[in-house]
């Protein structure tokens, strides 16, 4: 099967991305379940060259590309595909990992979408990228970028982050600035981690956003920022009240609402201090004034 290379790529609307796991490694499947995952596994319909020199599976799919074009582009791929064959095998060329579908290189931690909007990166025209950039499609450029960095393809990366930077603030919102923030953490670049941040932030405080999905995207997120963006919903969505929360029906867990009950008393108990803390500091005052009035009425 050949690839005619002339598709968009795939877009997925304002279903949040995943961004691709952080591992590394590779697997061989063992010699009793290789046939059976070859007859599982099926090749890609647009990134398998019958001229290509090296089968990497993701998932169940199989694509067959250019050796040297992951090698030019990625530092890590130069360092896999570089590496001298094993000594143990005594025909290395014809089960080496790559050779064929049989015997693929397998990668893990990304999906097939995932590997895929990496591989038209790599193999698009000028004019394809070029209508990338007038799309604005984020969820695209995220999943570029993302899997790019996992790998090391330095240069896509900074392309589609800097792109990324350039139509973020021209588009509408959208959920997939959670994920966005995600990468902009784990890739540190603070530029586009702040300016996320900011408008999320925004997003919370005038409620154009849905408090109950931030709150469980953001619970259990060990950075600071997410730290920070959890308490600010928290906060907002306990003073909208009881009320706000059984609109919303159950879309938080039950731990997550017996939290927001406990909170919302003892933000009611804060405000009755705080209430009774205004009334007794007005209260001086107002019998001083009484007062006065008293001994200016008394003067002759």
Same mark, same amino acid.
């Given at each position: 099967?050949?690839?005619?290379?002339?598709?968009?790529?795939?877009?997925?609307?304002?279903?949040?991305?995943?961004?691709?796991?952080?591992?590394?490694?590779?697997?061989?499947?063992?010699?009793?379940?290789? $046939?059976?995952?070859?007859?599982?596994?099926?090749?890609?319909?647009?990134?398998?060259?019958?001229?290509?020199?090296?089968?990497?599976?993701?998932?169940?799919?199989?694509?067959?590309?250019?050796?040297?074009?992951?090698?030019?582009?990625?530092?890590?791929?130069?360092?896999?595909?570089?590496?001298?064959?094993?000594?143990?095998?005594?025909?290395?060329?014809?089960?080496?990992?790559?050779?064929?579908?049989?015997?693929? &290189?397998?990668?893990?931690?990304?999906?097939?979408?995932?590997?895929?909007?990496?591989?038209?990166?790599?193999?698009?025209?000028?004019?394809?990228?070029?209508?990338?950039?007038?799309?604005?499609?984020?969820?695209?450029?995220?999943?570029?970028?993302?899997?790019?960095?996992?790998?090391?393809?330095?240069?896509?990366?900074?392309?589609?982050?800097? &792109?990324?930077?350039?139509?973020?603030?021209?588009?509408?919102?959208?959920?997939?600035?959670?994920?966005?923030? $995600?990468?902009?953490?784990?890739?540190?670049?603070?530029?586009?981690?702040?300016?996320?941040?900011?408008?999320?932030?925004?997003?919370?405080?005038?409620?154009?956003?849905?408090?109950?999905? &931030?709150?469980?995207?953001?619970?259990?997120? $060990?950075?600071?920022?997410?730290?920070?963006?959890?308490?600010?919903?928290?906060?907002?969505?306990?003073?909208?009240?009881?009320?706000?929360?059984?609109?919303?029906?159950?879309? &938080?867990?039950?731990?997550?609402?017996?939290?927001?009950?406990?909170?919302?008393?003892?933000?009611?108990?804060?405000?009755?201090?705080?209430?009774?803390?205004?009334?007794?500091?007005?209260?001086?005052?107002?019998?001083?004034?009484?007062?006065?009035?008293?001994?200016?009425?008394?003067?002759?």
């Amino acid at each position: 099967m050949t690839n005619n290379n002339s598709s968009q790529p795939a877009t997925s609307g304002d279903t949040t991305v995943e961004l691709p796991s952080a591992n590394n490694s590779l697997a061989t499947p063992s010699s009793e379940s290789m $046939d059976l995952v070859a007859r599982q596994n099926t090749q890609d319909p647009e990134y398998y060259f019958e001229d290509g020199s090296i089968v990497i599976l993701v998932e169940t799919t199989l694509f067959r590309v250019h050796r040297s074009i992951l090698i030019r582009g990625s530092s890590l791929f130069e360092t896999m595909l570089t590496l001298p064959p094993s000594t143990g095998n005594t025909h290395p060329g014809d089960n080496a990992e790559g050779s064929s579908d049989d015997h693929p &290189l397998t990668l893990h931690g990304e999906t097939a979408t995932q590997f895929r909007a990496l591989l038209w990166s790599l193999y698009a025209s000028p004019h394809e990228t070029a209508a990338l950039h007038n799309s604005r499609d984020i969820a695209q450029l995220l999943c570029i970028a993302s899997v790019a960095h996992k790998y090391n393809f330095e240069g896509i990366e900074s392309w589609s982050a800097d &792109l990324m930077v350039e139509i973020y603030n021209n588009i509408p919102f959208t959920y997939q600035f959670l994920p966005l923030l $995600d990468y902009a953490i784990l890739s540190d670049k603070a530029r586009l981690r702040e300016s996320v941040l900011g408008r999320l932030r925004r997003s919370v405080s005038s409620r154009s956003i849905s408090l109950t999905r &931030l709150i469980l995207y953001a619970d259990g997120k $060990d950075h600071q920022a997410w730290k920070d963006l959890l308490g600010l919903s928290l906060y907002r969505y306990v003073i909208r009240g009881p009320r706000s929360w059984v609109a919303d029906g159950t879309s &938080l867990p039950k731990d997550k609402r017996t939290m927001l009950y406990v909170a919302f008393g003892k933000l009611l108990d804060i405000r009755m201090v705080e209430s009774h803390g205004r009334i007794r500091a007005r209260m001086p005052r107002a019998v001083g004034l009484s007062f006065k009035s008293s001994l200016s009425a008394r003067r002759p």
